[in-house]
C-alpha cells in the first residue's frame, strides 16, 4: 500500500549537501510489521520523513495506494523518539491524544470515545488529565501511541520510539506495539537500532546500509503469534536472524568509519 | 527601618523639608486628597491610557510577530527596520504629538502605542522563532489546519516569550503614559504631579509620585501573577505548581 | 537553495530602501503641513546637525545622558556589591529598592526640578537616580548568587579581598549587571530627552520643542531623526561593549551546551 520507487534524498545543495539516500525501492504490505535496522545516521529517520510526506524526495515517488504523495496524508502517524518534545506540555494527557482530531472531520463525541479507547488500550486512562511532564518517559511513549492510535491511521510510523527507555519498560512497549496491530489492524513501520527488538516484534526486517543508504538485505520473520519475550528469543530462528542482522550491520559501521576516513568522499 | 530614617532626617530639617517631607506629612496629606473625586478621576485616567497603551500594541504586535516569526522571507525584509525603529525613543515623538493630537487620551496614548510594541513584537517574532521543529513537524504529520497550529501550538509555544514582552510593555506603557500627561498635560497622575509642583504643594506632589510608584508595583505583581498561572506547564514554573 | 539565500539577502537590503523611497514619495506628493518633504528634512539635518549644533546642543545632551549612566553604573555596582554580600542589609533594603524602581522615572522629573533646579546637575542626577535601580539590582544578584565554588577556589588560593572582588566576583557577576546596563540605557535616552524638553535652554530635546513651538517642521523632524540615529547608535555601541566583556560568558555556554 506504501510504495517507495527510485527515491533519493539530498540535504543542501548539488556539491556541498549530504545525500542521505539513494535510489531506493521497497513496497509495504497491508497489515505488516516491517522494521528498518541500520547503522546510526544512515538515513532511517530520513526514510520515516519521506514516508510520511514530512520531506520531499529529490527523485523518485512515493505512493500510497498508487496516489503520489505530496503532503501528510490522513492514512498515516507518526510516533517520534523524542517524546518530550513531539508532546505539548502545555495541553494534558487527553488533550494531546485529542488534538489531531480536527473539529472539521472528526465529530466531538466521536473524538472523545477514541480518546477513551486509546488511552484505555495503552493503560493510561487514570493520567487522562495529567500533563505529559508529570508522567514517566515510558508513560509519555504510551500517550504519543494513544495519540497515533487516536488518530485512526493505516499506518502508524514510529522513529525508535523505544530508544531513550531502559530495558524492562521497552518489553513492555515492544508488547504493546504487537498489540496495537493486533487490535486496530494498523501497518507499522517501525525504525529501530536495537537488533533484538527488529527481529522481535516484525514481520520483515529491512537491514540498511551505511549512507547514502539502501536496502541491504531483507528478512521474513517466521516466529509464531503471539510472541512472547521469553519463548520467542528462546526459539532457534531467532537467534539465527539476530545473528543475521547483526553480521550485516557490523560490515556496514565499517564500511562507514572507511569512509569517514577517506577524504574523497 | 528606612522610612524611619527618612522621617528622623525631615523631621530634625537635616534635609530641608521643601525638598523632602517626612513620610507622615505625605501620607496625611494623601490620605485627605483620597477624600476627592479628582484623585481617583486621575488614577482612572493614568490607568486607562496604560490599558489602551499597551492593548493596542499588543493588537499590532501579537499578530505582526507571529506573521514575521513564522517567514524566513518576511522577518528578513522586516529586520532592518525593525533593529532601526526600536532603539528610538519614543519621547523623540513628543513634538510631533504635540502638533498631531489634542492634550488628551489620544497623544499619550499614542506615545505609550509606539514604545510598547517594539519589545512586544521582538519578543512574540523571538518565540515563534523558538518553537521546537519536532512540534511544528508532529503538528504538521498530523494534517492539522494552520489555525489550529497557531493557537494551540505557536502560541503556547510562544508563551512564556509573550509573556516577557507583555511584562516589558506593560511597564513601558505605563511610564510613557506618565510622560505624556507630565509634557502634554493629558490628565492623569503625571498632571496632578506636575500641578502640585506649580503649586508648591510639596507633600501632595510626593504623594502622588508615591501613587504613581504604587501603580508600578500592583501592575508588576499581576503581571508576575497571571505569568506564573498561563506558564504553569513551563520548566521554569513547574517547582512551584506540582 | 542558494537562490533563496540571494532572495532573503535581497529582501534585507530592499526593504529599507524601498520604504525611504515611498516615504520621500509620499511626503512630496502629499504636501502635507506637519510631514515636509524628505530632502527638506535632509536639507535641514546637514544645516543643524552637520556641524553648526554639535557644540550648542548634541555635546551638552550627551554630557548629561553620559554622566548620568555612569554615575549609576558606578553607584550601581558599587551598591549592588554592598548589598549583595552582607544578606540582612540585602533583606531591608530590598523592598524599598523594587519599589523605587517600580515608580514610572519620569514621575520624578517635577521633584528634581524642585529639588536641584534645571540645570545640568539636576538633568544628570535625575537620570541617575533612575537607572541606578536596574543595574543594582542586577549587580546584587549576580553578586549573591555567585557558584560557592567559584568563590572558595579564590579563597582556597588566599586571594586577597580587592583581587578577588575585580578578578572573581565582578567578572562572575557581569551578565546580570549588563542585563541591568540594558535596561537602564533606554531610560537614560528618555529621561534626558523629556528634562530637556521640560526645562532647558539647550539640548536636542530643547531644540525639537522649540521648533516645534516655532513650527519650523524640517527642523524638528531632522531632531527627531538626529534622536534616533543617537539612540540605534548608543545600543550599537552597548552592544558592542558588552559583547567584548561578556565573550567568556557565551563561551561557556556554548560548551556546556
Ligand atoms: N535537516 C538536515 N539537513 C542536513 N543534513 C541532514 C538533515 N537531517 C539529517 N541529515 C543528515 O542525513 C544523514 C541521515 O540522517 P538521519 O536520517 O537522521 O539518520 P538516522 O535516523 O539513520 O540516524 C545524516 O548524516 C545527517 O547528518
Ligand atoms: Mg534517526
Known amino acids: 500500500m506504501l510504495k517507495l520507487e527510485g527515491v533519493s534524498k539530498r540535504y543542501g545543495d548539488e556539491n556541498t549537501g549530504v545525500l542521505a539516500v539513494r535510489d531506493l525501492t521497497f513496497e509495504i504490505g497491508e497489515g505488516e510489521v516491517v522494521t528498518v535496522v541500520g547503522p546510526s545516521g ?43 518534545a513531539s508532546l505539548y506540555p502545555w495541553m494534558r494527557v487527553a488533550e494531546n491524544v485529542r488534538f489531531p482530531l480536527d473539529p472539521k472531520r472528526v465529530s466531538s463525541a466521536e473524538a472523545t470515545g477514541r480518546v477513551e479507547r486509546a488511552l484505555e488500550s495503552v493503560g493510561l486512562t487514570r493520567f487522562a488529565d495529567s500533563y505529559p511532564w508529570q508522567l514517566s518517559g515510558g508513560m509519555q511513549q504510551r500517550v504519543a501511541i494513544a495519540r497515533g492510535i487516536a488518530y485512526q491511521p493505516k499506518i502508524l510510523l514510529m522513529d525508535e520510539p523505544f530508544g531513550a527507555l531502559d530495558a524492562q519498560t521497552r518489553a513492555e512497549l515492544e508488547d504493546l506495539v504487537m498489540r496495537v496491530r493486533d487490535e486496530f489492524g494498523v501497518t507499522i513501520v517501525f525504525v529501530t537500532h536495537d537488533i533484538d527488538e527488529s527481529v522481535y516484534i516484525a514481520d520483515r526486517v529491512l537491514i540498511m546500509g551505511p549512507r547514502p543508504t539502501y536496502v541491504e538485505q531483507e528478512l521474513v520473520v517466521g516466529l509464531p503469534h503471539p510472541r512472547d519475550q521469553i519463548t520467542s528469543k528462546e526459539d532457534p530462528s531467532f537467534a539465527h536472524l539476530r545473528g543475521i542482522v547483526y553480521r550485516s550491520i557490523r560490515e556496514s559501521t565499517q564500511a562507514m568509519a572507511s569512509v569517514a576516513k577517506d577524504p574523497e568522499r | 527601618m528606612v522610612l524611619a530614617v527618612i522621617e528622623l532626617a525631615a523631621r ?87 502638533l498631531l493630537f489634542s492634550p488628551s487620551l489620544e497623544g499619550k496614548v499614542f506615545l505609550a502605542v509606539f514604545a510598547a510594541t517594539w519589545p512586544l513584537l521582538v519578543q512574540t517574532q523571538y518565540g515563534i522563532r523558538n518553537v521546537l521543529p519536532l512540534q511544528l513537524d508532529t503538528a504538521r504529520s498530523f494534517q492539522i489546519s494552520r489555525h489550529r497550529v497557531i493557537f494551540r501550538v505557536l502560541l503556547p509555544s510562544a508563551l512564556p516569550y509573550l509573556a516577557t514582552g507583555l511584562r516589558i510593555a506593560s511597564t513601558v506603557s505605563l511610564i510613557l503614559v506618565i510622560t505624556g500627561e507630565i509634557v502634554l498635560g493629558a490628565p492623569g497622575i503625571g498632571k496632578a504631579i506636575n500641578e502640585a509642583r506649580e503649586g508648591a504643594a510639596v507633600e501632595l506632589m510626593y504623594g502622588y509620585v508615591l501613587i504613581a510608584g504604587m501603580l508600578g508595583v500592583m501592575l508588576n505583581a499581576v503581571f508576575a501573577g497571571v505569568e506564573r498561572r498561563a506558564l504553569h506547564w513551563h520548566a521554569s514554573q513547574r517547582g512551584t505548581t506540582t | 537553495m542558494s537562490g533563496r539565500r540571494i532572495g532573503l539577502v535581497a529582501a534585507e537590503i530592499l526593504t529599507p530602501v524601498l520604504l525611504l523611497a515611498a516615504i520621500a ?101 535625575l537620570i541617575a537616580f533612575v537607572c541606578v535601580w536596574p543595574i543594582l539590582l542586577g549587580t546584587m544578584d549576580g553578586i549573591a548568587g555567585i557558584d560557592l565554588t567559584q568563590r572558595d577556589t579564590g ?97 561557556a555556554r556554548e560548551q556546556t551546551r
Not at chain 2, 505625605?26 to 485616567?45: H, K, N, S, Y
Not at chain 3, 502635507?32 to 543643524?48: C, K, T, V
Not at chain 3, 552582607?86 to 520624578?108: D, G, N, Y
Open chain 3, 155 to 251: 579563597r582556597s588560593f588566599q586571594i586577597r579581598a580587592m583581587r578577588s572582588l575585580f578578578r572573581v566576583e565582578l567578572p562572575a557577576a557581569s551578565p546580570q549587571i549588563f542585563a541591568g546596563m540594558r535596561t537602564s540605557l533606554p531610560l537614560a535616552i528618555i529621561l534626558m530627552v523629556i528634562s530637556e524638553m521640560v526645562g532647558a535652554t539647550d539640548g536636542i530635546g530643547y531644540f525639537v520643542v522649540q521648533s516645534q513651538r516655532t513650527f519650523a517642521l524640517p527642523d524638528m523632524w531632522s531632531g527627531i531623526i538626529l534622536l534616533g540615529i543617537l539612540g540605534y547608535l548608543l545600543n550599537l555601541l552597548f552592544s558592542l561593549i558588552e559583547g567584548r566583556v561578556l565573550a567568556w560568558h557565551r563561551g
Open chain 3, 25 to 125: 514619495i509620499w511626503t512630496n506628493t502629499a504636501s502635507s503641513f506637519y510631514f515636509p518633504p524628505l530632502q527638506e528634512i535632509g536639507e535641514a539635518f546637514a544645516e543643524n546637525w552637520l556641524f553648526a549644533r554639535v557644540a550648542s546642543d548634541v555635546l551638552p545632551s550627551l554630557f548629561r545622558l553620559l554622566a548620568g549612566f555612569l554615575t549609576a553604573a558606578v553607584l550601581g555596582v558599587a551598591l549592588g556589591v554592598l548589598l549583595g554580600r552582607v544578606a540582612w542589609l540585602r533583606r531591608q533594603a530590598s523592598p524599598v529598592i523594587e519599589f523605587l524602581r517600580a515608580v514610572p522615572p519620569p514621575a520624578l522629573l517635577p521633584f528634581t526640578i524642585i529639588a536641584l533646579g534645571v540645570e545640568s546637575p539636576a538633568k544628570i542626577a
Open chain 1, 42 to 84: 544512515c538515513g532511517k529517520t530520513t526514510i520515516l520523513k519521506l514516508m510520511a510526506g514530512l520531506l520531499a524526495p529529490s527523485s523518485g515517488a512515493v505512493t500510497i495506494d498508487g496516489r503520489p504523495l505530496v503532503k501528510p496524508p490522513l492514512e498515516i502517524a507518526l510516533v517520534f523518539q523524542d517524546y518530550s
Open chain 2, 12 to 98: 530634625t530639617e537635616l534635609i530641608p523639608s521643601r525638598f523632602l517631607p517626612p513620610p507622615t506629612a505625605v501620607a496625611v496629606r494623601i490620605v485627605a486628597e483620597a477624600a476627592q473625586g479628582r484623585f481617583w478621576l486621575a488614577i482612572v485616567d493614568t490607568l486607562a491610557g496604560w490599558a489602551l497603551g499597551l492593548g493596542i500594541a499588543a493588537l499590532i504586535a501579537i499578530p505582526a510577530g507571529i506573521l514575521i516569526g513564522s517567514s524566513e522571507f518576511v522577518y528578513r525584509a522586516t529586520r532592518p527596520i525593525i533593529e532601526f525603529l526600536r532603539p528610538v525613543p519614543s519621547v523623540a515623538l513628543i513634538p510631533l504629538v504635540f
